[in-house]
C-alpha cells in the first residue's frame, strides 16, 4: 500500500476499497478561513446538528481579508467570530494570532503525521508535507463535516516522483516543486497523490518540504505526501499534543507513475504567466522589469524563506521605483524576524512589512497590483488577474531570486547582488 | 431531468480566479456573485448568459481555489450544467455537493461549437448537439456522485439518508 492508502484505511470503516471506490473517511482535523468559513457556517446549520463534531477538530483562521479591507470582508469574518464563540471552537485564530493558515498549523501542531486533514481552502495539502493525507475542499463539505466529523473521499491513485542529486546553489524546495509542474504540467497529477522522495527530499527541512507539497495543487492533484521521517519526527514531537503515526509506503505499493529528477539539472526557477506550469530556469531569463516583489505566503513565508532573502537583501536597498513587501506568514515568524534582525535588514533596504495575511497572494489587499503592471512573488498561483488587475502579471520564484530581484529591479540570479 | 440551452465555450486551464475573481470574495451573495461570473475569461459573460445556458470548456476546468463561491456564480447566472474535458478536482466535488450537474466528454468538448444549441440528459449522461444531430456520451460517474446529485447536492443528501 501507498502511505496515502494507508492513511485512508486507518480512517475509514470501508475496508477492502480499492482505487476509484468512494469512502466516508473521519477527519482530524476540519480547517476554513474568512472566506470559506462563512458558506461551511450555513451548511453546518442546514445539517441541524446541535453541535460541532468536535470542538477542539475545528479550526477556524481569519486570513485570507485580515486586518479587514472593506466592510464586506469585516461582516465575513465577524460570521464567524460568532460561530467560533457560540460553538466555542477551540482553535480560532483571530487578531494578533492569525498565521497564514498553512503556516499556523504545522508550527502549532495541529496538523501532525498520519493525519487525514480536510480545509476549506485549496492549499490544505501543504500537510502533506509532515505525512498527513490532507486535501482541500469546499464550504459544503468542511459544513458536513464540522457538523459530521466526516467526508467523502474517492480514493485517489498515486504518482511517485523520486529527486536524486545534490541541489544547486540558491535552489530550494520551491524550486524543485516548480521543476516538476514545469514538467508535468497544470493537470499533470488531476485527482491523483502526488508522493515525493530521494535524497534530495531527505535533506530538506521541513519548511521547504511544506513548500513542496503545498503546491502540489498546482499540478491538480488530491494530495502531496511526504514519508515522514527524523526530521519530521524532530519538528513535531515538540509541538504535537496529541499522538502520530509515521506511515511509509511498502516497497511494492502501486503507483500509475515513477518518475526521477535529477537535481544537478535544476537550478533556481521561474514560472511565467500566467499558470504555475509556465516554468524557466533563471539563466533562460532575459530583462524582465518588475512593478513589486511579494515575499510571503504559505508557499514561502516561514523563517526559512526570510533567512535566505534577508541575506540576500543585506546591505543592499530596494530598487527604486519598485514596491516590496514582506510578510511574514505567522506571528512567531515575524518575532523571530525581529529577534534574529531580519526585519532591520528588510527596513533598512527600504522593504515594507506587512502583517501575517494571505493579502496579496489573490489580490485581496496589502499590495494590489493595477493595469500593466508586474510582480514577482513567493506565491503560489499566477493566474490572470490574481494579484489584482486581469492585465497585470505576476511571476513565480523562491525567496533567494525574489530578494535578488527586489534589489535589482529585474528578475535576476542572487548570484547578481550577493556577496 | 433534461437540460437545454445555448453552449458558451471556453478554452483550457479556467481558474476559479477567471469564473469568480477574489476581489469579489468578500461576500457569498449569490445575486453579487453572479454579476462577475467568468469576468476575467469573458467580460461580457455575465449579460450574454440566459437561463439553462451551458458551459463547455476544455480540460481542467475550475483549476486553482477550492471557493465555492464559482459554482454558486456559474448556478447563479442560470448556466444548467457544465460540460469539459476534465474538471480539477475541488470544483469537481463542489458541483456534485452542490447539485450542479458536470459531465466530463473529450467528444462533445472539443465537437460543440459556441452558440450551439445543446440537449443534456442527466441521468443518462447523454449529450445532443441539437445543430449538428451529434450526440455525446459523457464518461460514468460512481453510484453515490449519481445519488449526490439526484438527490440535489451533499446537504440534500444527508437530510434525506440521515448520513453522508
Given at each position: 500500500?501507498t502511505?496515502a492508502?494507508?492513511?485512508?484505511?486507518?480512517?475509514t470503516s470501508?475496508?477492502?476499497?480499492k482505487?476509484g471506490?468512494?469512502?466516508?473517511?473521519?477527519?482530524d482535523?476540519a480547517l476554513a478561513?474568512?472566506?470559506?468559513?462563512p458558506?461551511?457556517?450555513?451548511a453546518?446549520?442546514?445539517c441541524s446538528?446541535?453541535?460541532?463534531?468536535d470542538?477542539?477538530k475545528?479550526?477556524?483562521?481569519?486570513?485570507?481579508f485580515t486586518?479587514n479591507k472593506?466592510?464586506?470582508s469585516?461582516?465575513?469574518?465577524?460570521i464567524?467570530?460568532?460561530f467560533?464563540?457560540?460553538y466555542?471552537?477551540t482553535?480560532?485564530?483571530?487578531g494578533?494570532?492569525?498565521g497564514?493558515?498553512?503556516a499556523l498549523?504545522?508550527e502549532?501542531g495541529l496538523?501532525?503525521p498520519?493525519?487525514l486533514i480536510?480545509?476549506?481552502?485549496?492549499?490544505?495539502?501543504?500537510?502533506?508535507?509532515?505525512g498527513?493525507f490532507a486535501?482541500?475542499?469546499?464550504?459544503?463539505d468542511l459544513?458536513?463535516a464540522m457538523?459530521?466529523g466526516?467526508?467523502?473521499l474517492k480514493?485517489?491513485e498515486?504518482?511517485?516522483f523520486?529527486?536524486?542529486g545534490?541541489l544547486?546553489?540558491?535552489v530550494g524546495?520551491k524550486?524543485?516543486?516548480?521543476?516538476?509542474i514545469?514538467?508535468i504540467g497544470?493537470d499533470?497529477a488531476l485527482?491523483?497523490v502526488?508522493?515525493i522522495?530521494g535524497p534530495?527530499?531527505?535533506?530538506?527541512?521541513l519548511?521547504?518540504?511544506?513548500?513542496?507539497t503545498n503546491m502540489?495543487i498546482?499540478?491538480?492533484?488530491?494530495?502531496?505526501?511526504i514519508?515522514p521521517?527524523?526530521?519530521t519526527?524532530?519538528y513535531?514531537?515538540?509541538r504535537a499534543k496529541r499522538?502520530?503515526?509515521m506511515h511509509?509506503?511498502d516497497p511494492?505499493?502501486l503507483?500509475s507513475?515513477?518518475?526521477?529528477y535529477n537535481c544537478?539539472n535544476i537550478e533556481?526557477?521561474?514560472a511565467y504567466?500566467?499558470?504555475?506550469e509556465n516554468?524557466r530556469?533563471i539563466?533562460?531569463v532575459?530583462?524582465i522589469?518588475?512593478d513589486q516583489?511579494?515575499?510571503?505566503?504559505?508557499?514561502?513565508?516561514r523563517i526559512?524563506?526570510?533567512?535566505?532573502?534577508a541575506?540576500?537583501?543585506k546591505?543592499?536597498k530596494v530598487?527604486?521605483?519598485?514596491?516590496?513587501?514582506i510578510?511574514p506568514?505567522?506571528?512567531?515568524?515575524?518575532k523571530?524576524a525581529?529577534?534574529?534582525?531580519?526585519i532591520?535588514?528588510?527596513?533598512?533596504?527600504?522593504a515594507i512589512?506587512s502583517?501575517?495575511?494571505?493579502?496579496?497572494?489573490?489580490g485581496?489587499?496589502m499590495?494590489?497590483?493595477?493595469?500593466?503592471e508586474?510582480?514577482?512573488?513567493?506565491?503560489?498561483?499566477n493566474?490572470t488577474?490574481?494579484?489584482g488587475?486581469?492585465k497585470s502579471?505576476?511571476y513565480?520564484?523562491?525567496?533567494?531570486?525574489?530578494a535578488?530581484?527586489?534589489?535589482?529591479g529585474?528578475?535576476?540570479s542572487?548570484?547578481?547582488?550577493?556577496? | 431531468?433534461?437540460?437545454?440551452?445555448?453552449a458558451?465555450?471556453f478554452?483550457?486551464?479556467?481558474d476559479?480566479?477567471?469564473?469568480i475573481p477574489a476581489?469579489?470574495?468578500n461576500?457569498?451573495?449569490?445575486s453579487?456573485?453572479k454579476?462577475?461570473c467568468?469576468?476575467?475569461?469573458?467580460?461580457?459573460?455575465?449579460?450574454?448568459?440566459a437561463?439553462g445556458?451551458?458551459?463547455?470548456?476544455g480540460?481542467?476546468?475550475?483549476c486553482?481555489?477550492s471557493?465555492?463561491?464559482?459554482?454558486?456564480?456559474i448556478?447563479?447566472?442560470?448556466?444548467?450544467?457544465?460540460?469539459?474535458?476534465t474538471f480539477?478536482?475541488?470544483?469537481?466535488?463542489?458541483?456534485?455537493?452542490m447539485?450542479?450537474?458536470i459531465?466530463?466528454s473529450d467528444?462533445a468538448?472539443?465537437?460543440?461549437k459556441?452558440?450551439d444549441?445543446?440537449?443534456?440528459?442527466v441521468?443518462?449522461?447523454i449529450?445532443?448537439n441539437l445543430?449538428?444531430?451529434?450526440t455525446?456520451?459523457?464518461r460514468?460517474m460512481?453510484a453515490?456522485?449519481?445519488?449526490?446529485?439526484?438527490?440535489?447536492?451533499l446537504?440534500?443528501?444527508?437530510?434525506?439518508r440521515?448520513?453522508i
Amino acid at each position: 500500500m501507498t502511505i496515502a492508502e494507508k492513511i485512508l484505511k486507518s480512517h475509514t470503516s470501508d475496508k477492502g476499497f480499492k482505487q476509484g471506490d468512494v469512502i466516508r473517511v473521519d477527519i482530524d482535523i476540519a480547517l476554513a478561513n474568512d472566506i470559506t468559513a462563512p458558506i461551511a457556517i450555513d451548511a453546518f446549520k442546514s445539517c441541524s446538528k446541535k453541535d460541532v463534531f468536535d470542538k477542539d477538530k475545528v479550526v477556524l483562521v481569519l486570513d485570507h481579508f485580515t486586518p479587514n479591507k472593506d466592510i464586506a470582508s469585516a461582516t465575513q469574518c465577524k460570521i464567524v467570530r460568532d460561530f467560533a464563540k457560540e460553538y466555542h471552537i477551540t482553535n480560532f485564530f483571530d487578531g494578533g494570532e492569525v498565521g497564514i493558515e498553512h503556516a499556523l498549523l504545522p508550527e502549532e501542531g495541529l496538523a501532525l503525521p498520519g493525519d487525514l486533514i480536510i480545509g476549506a481552502d485549496s492549499h490544505t495539502c501543504t500537510y502533506g508535507g509532515l505525512g498527513a493525507f490532507a486535501t482541500g475542499v469546499g464550504s459544503t463539505d468542511l459544513g458536513v463535516a464540522m457538523s459530521t466529523g466526516q467526508a467523502w473521499l474517492k480514493v485517489p491513485e498515486s504518482m511517485k516522483f523520486i529527486f536524486r542529486g545534490e541541489l544547486n546553489r540558491w535552489v530550494g524546495g520551491k524550486d524543485l516543486i516548480l521543476y516538476l509542474i514545469g514538467n508535468i504540467g497544470v493537470d499533470g497529477a488531476l485527482y491523483k497523490v502526488l508522493e515525493i522522495e530521494g535524497p534530495a527530499i531527505s535533506s530538506l527541512d521541513l519548511s521547504n518540504r511544506l513548500t513542496m507539497t503545498n503546491m502540489a495543487i498546482e499540478a491538480g492533484a488530491k494530495a502531496g505526501i511526504i514519508a515522514p521521517d527524523v526530521v519530521t519526527d524532530a519538528y513535531t514531537k515538540t509541538r504535537a499534543k496529541r499522538n502520530y503515526t509515521m506511515h511509509k509506503s511498502d516497497p511494492d505499493a502501486l503507483y500509475s507513475m515513477v518518475k526521477e529528477y535529477n537535481c544537478a539539472n535544476i537550478e533556481p526557477q521561474v514560472a511565467y504567466p500566467h499558470l504555475p506550469e509556465n516554468t524557466r530556469g533563471i539563466s533562460e531569463v532575459g530583462e524582465i522589469i518588475l512593478d513589486q516583489v511579494v515575499i510571503g505566503s504559505c508557499t514561502n513565508g516561514r523563517i526559512e524563506d526570510l533567512r535566505v532573502a534577508a541575506g540576500i537583501m543585506k546591505g543592499n536597498k530596494v530598487a527604486g521605483g519598485l514596491r516590496c513587501i514582506i510578510i511574514p506568514a505567522t506571528p512567531k515568524v515575524l518575532k523571530a524576524a525581529e529577534a534574529g534582525g531580519l526585519i532591520k535588514i528588510f527596513l533598512d533596504a527600504g522593504a515594507i512589512i506587512s502583517p501575517p495575511t494571505c493579502g496579496p497572494c489573490l489580490g485581496g489587499h496589502m499590495g494590489v497590483l493595477a493595469e500593466g503592471e508586474r510582480a514577482l512573488a513567493t506565491t503560489n498561483r499566477n493566474f490572470t488577474g490574481r494579484m489584482g488587475h486581469p492585465k497585470s502579471e505576476v511571476y513565480l520564484t523562491g525567496p533567494a531570486i525574489a530578494a535578488a530581484s527586489a534589489v535589482t529591479g529585474k528578475i535576476s540570479s542572487p548570484k547578481e547582488v550577493a556577496v | 431531468m433534461i437540460l437545454k440551452g445555448r453552449a458558451f465555450k471556453f478554452g483550457d486551464d479556467i481558474d476559479t480566479d477567471a469564473i469568480i475573481p477574489a476581489r469579489y470574495l468578500n461576500t457569498s451573495d449569490p445575486s453579487v456573485l453572479k454579476e462577475h461570473c467568468m469576468e476575467d475569461a469573458d467580460p461580457t459573460f455575465s449579460s450574454r448568459i440566459a437561463k439553462g445556458d451551458i458551459i463547455v470548456a476544455g480540460k481542467n476546468f475550475g483549476c486553482g481555489s477550492s471557493r465555492e463561491h464559482a459554482p454558486i456564480a456559474i448556478k447563479a447566472s442560470g448556466v444548467s450544467c457544465v460540460i469539459a474535458l476534465t474538471f480539477a478536482r475541488i470544483f469537481f466535488r463542489n458541483s456534485f455537493n452542490m447539485g450542479l450537474p458536470i459531465f466530463e466528454s473529450d467528444e462533445a468538448s472539443s465537437k460543440i461549437k459556441q452558440g450551439d444549441i445543446l440537449e443534456v440528459d442527466v441521468a443518462e449522461g447523454i449529450i445532443k448537439n441539437l445543430v449538428t444531430g451529434n450526440t455525446f456520451k459523457a464518461r460514468g460517474m460512481p453510484a453515490f456522485m449519481q445519488e449526490l446529485i439526484a438527490d440535489g447536492g451533499l446537504i440534500a443528501h444527508i437530510k434525506k439518508r440521515g448520513k453522508i
